[in-house]
């Protein structure tokens, strides 16, 4: 019985001594393997990874401040994703609308709930056309007044949201054309349908803007970083694609005030 008790004892003790050797290895095994497997939770959670960004926005700019940050920047918002989605970067940049927008319909995705800044969106025009620049001020405020600009983002913003547009006044007499520059990648503020036609918060305010200040309105589809240089050139009296001021973009353009308020956010896997 002594002799069948030790062996059994030292059998027990080598399995228990096997198990625990093994559980130790798994937990070591697992965290080398996976050293991401906690995932992107806050700001902080960037430094060091690979963010996108579109070409010419500010997103760049806030993405350059993260240290060890490694920038890819791509024409098209949905291009970014497309690339978080692959897995070849970690996190892209975006404005909140357009990444709620762009995501809804993707488990895949999660945006973080810590949003980098708070961004104001004006109308660009040409520094010295300063007639324009007061007219659609005057514009802006009268539908800041009336409801009318508040309604516009309802139709496109909101549980509600029914992506109505807003219909142009046909009894308002027209004089003229105002050419309005934009990227129309950028939705609820600007987007094509099916059919090709540009749509979004953006051009339904704009042709208020043009029932208040009687003119057409004819709208020039573009990369995001042409639309400044276009108005600055003169190849378009407007610019009007979700645009931030910035101390370098007033060097370029003049801008109207503020018509709505965005933050930067940021959308990783949602793994």
């Given amino acids: 019985m002594k002799k069948i008790n030790k062996f059994f004892l030292a059998g027990v003790l080598c399995l228990l001594a096997a198990s625990s050797g093994c559980a130790k290895q798994q937990i070591t095994s697992e965290t080398e393997q996976n050293p991401s497997d906690i995932g992107i939770r806050t700001i902080s959670d960037l430094e060091g990874k690979r963010i996108g960004t579109q070409i010419g926005t500010t997103g ?20 970014a994703l ?11 940049i975006l404005d909140n609308e357009p990444a709620k927008t762009l995501t809804a319909d993707d488990e895949s995705f999660r945006i973080l709930y810590e949003a980098l800044v708070e961004e104001e969106y004006s109308i660009a025009y040409a520094k010295d056309n300063t007639e324009l620049g007061k007219q659609i001020d005057d514009a802006l405020s009268s539908l ?16 509600d949201a029914d992506q109505i547009p807003y219909h142009p006044d046909k009894s308002v007499s027209r004089d003229g054309t105002l050419i309005m520059a934009t990227n129309a990648e950028f939705p609820p503020y600007e987007s094509k349908t099916s059919s090709g036609e540009i749509v979004g918060i953006d ?52 801008f109207s005030q503020s018509y709505a308020v965005s933050k930067l956010v940021v959308v ?4």
Wanted: net charge negative.
């Fill in 60 to 79: 760049l700019i806030y993405a350059e401040d993260i240290p060890g940050a490694q920038m890819q920047s791509f024409t098209k918002p949905s291009a």
């Fill in 82 to 92: 497309k690339a978080l989605k692959e897995n070849k970067i970690d996190a892209v």
């Fill in 144 to 159: 800041k007044e009336d409801g009318t600009l508040e309604k516009i983002t309802s139709h496109w913003i909101g549980e």
């Fill in 203 to 254: 051009v339904d305010m704009m042709n208020a803007v043009c029932d208040k200040i009687g003119m057409n309105l004819e709208i020039k589809d573009m990369p995001f970083d042409s639309v400044l240089v276009s108005v600055q050139n003169g190849k378009a009296d407007v610019g009007v694609a979700g645009i931030s001021v910035t101390p370098e973009r007033q060097e370029e353009v003049a």
């Fill in 268 to 271: 990783v896997r949602n793994e």
